[in-house]
């Protein structure tokens, strides 16, 4: 892998976002606001910024979901003008991310390096990376055509409101905000995800990932602002997992679903997200718990530990209990009284387990706020 300042990646991160600096309030300032070219600008920013989203890092570079061929090449069309590089480059480097997210020096763009290496430094510096761990891309006859034409075929797509732009008289004002500085908010966009998401945020699920859950970027990230879940399970087709968490990749790829343009949605469980929660929280309060005098220091870990286990085991249980539903619902047409009966007495198990996990997660708080007040 060898190191070098790669010129052409430089001019053109440098050459746009310059350029859009010094032509953008000029051009508000002689013409004023025209609502068609920032109305051209965030649609082209959203099916861009969509597809490396949903396309190049959910599809391609994680294998998250099945797509049909027409998605596939949407995704790699819309992708390519995003300008940043092939689908099977970008998965390649983004793989390799994943794999030595801890080790600066395999890991593309660490975040170690600094917040400004992470977001752009990493893409003029240009070390020369060869395509690997991708052997199940180069398969697929789309991703590699688009990996051949990807300039031809992003230049393509990316000048498209020029046409309106021409049609109505707004060649240059297209050109400035809906070419120009759409290309500068496309970069900075999926950046940030390499920046700010691995800086600032909370370690949600895995004290060991440098990546964080920040859900201030998720709306303008197209939901991948939810980044310490991604890292801790990378195959999951959301970032944002619950349904309050902004995320409209997920929201676009589970409508998608409902046409069977795409399947196989995977998805880690509720119970595997609640208990690596807990696991990571108790991580955290057992390092600050370190600092404290011994014997209280040992009376109060004892307790968190035997609320920790008490608490996966519920969660455990009463998955269990949820899951036999499904085999007690298979029996419901073969011998519907025996299945009335067994209903009922798996609805008194489960509401038993219930109520005991609620006393296992009031224990839990408890146990928090125990240590809290004892650490000030």
Avoid at 40 to 48: E, K, Q, S
Avoid at 53 to 73: E, M, N, T
Wanted: glycine share 6%.
């Amino acid at each position: 892998m060898n190191s070098r300042w790669n010129l052409l990646n430089t001019y053109f991160l440098l050459g746009t976002l310059i350029a859009s600096i010094v032509l953008v309030p000029l051009h508000l300032y002689l013409n004023g606001w025209v609502w068609s070219e920032w109305v051209a600008c965030l649609i082209m920013v959203f099916l861009i910024g969509t597809s490396i989203s949903a396309g190049y890092h959910r599809l391609f570079a994680h294998r998250s979901y099945r797509a049909s061929a027409p998605i596939r090449l949407a995704w790699l069309i819309m992708g390519a003008a995003s300008f940043q590089n092939s689908a099977l480059k970008w998965a390649s480097d983004h793989r390799i991310h994943h794999q030595f997210s801890e080790d600066t020096e395999k890991d593309p763009y660490p975040i170690s390096k600094g917040f400004w290496h992470a977001h752009w430094v990493w893409v003029m510096q240009g070390e020369e990376r060869s395509i690997t761990g991708v052997g199940d891309l180069e398969k697929d006859p789309l991703v590699m055509w688009q990996h051949r034409n990807h300039f031809l075929v992003g230049g393509a797509f990316a000048i498209l409101p020029l046409v309106y732009g021409v049609a109505t008289g707004n060649f240059w004002g297209h050109l400035i905000v809906a070419v120009l500085f759409r290309i500068v908010l496309s970069h900075h966009t999926t950046f940030l995800i390499n920046s700010m998401a691995h800086w600032y945020g909370s370690n949600t699920y895995s004290n060991r990932e440098t990546a964080k859950d920040n859900f201030l970027l998720a709306p303008i990230t197209f939901g991948e602002g939810f980044h310490n879940f991604h890292h801790t399970w990378q195959w999951d087709y959301r970032n944002g997992a619950r349904w309050y968490q902004w995320d409209s990749t997920k929201w676009i790829l589970k409508c998608l679903s409902w046409t069977k343009l795409i399947g196989d949605l995977r998805t880690v469980s509720f119970v595997e997200m609640e208990k690596a929660k807990v696991i990571a929280l108790q991580e955290r309060l057992l390092v600050k718990l370190s600092n404290t005098k011994p014997d209280l220091k040992q009376s109060l870990e004892n307790k968190l530990i035997n609320a920790k286990e008490r608490l996966l085991n519920g969660l455990v249980v009463v998955d269990q209990y949820r899951k036999q539903y499904k085999d007690l619902k298979a029996q419901s047409k073969k011998d519907p009284l025996t299945f009335a009966q067994s209903k009922v007495d798996w609805s008194l198990r489960l509401s038993k387990e219930k109520q005991a996990l609620r006393s296992a997660w009031q224990q839990w708080h408890e146990v928090k706020r125990e240590i809290q007040v004892n650490l000030g």
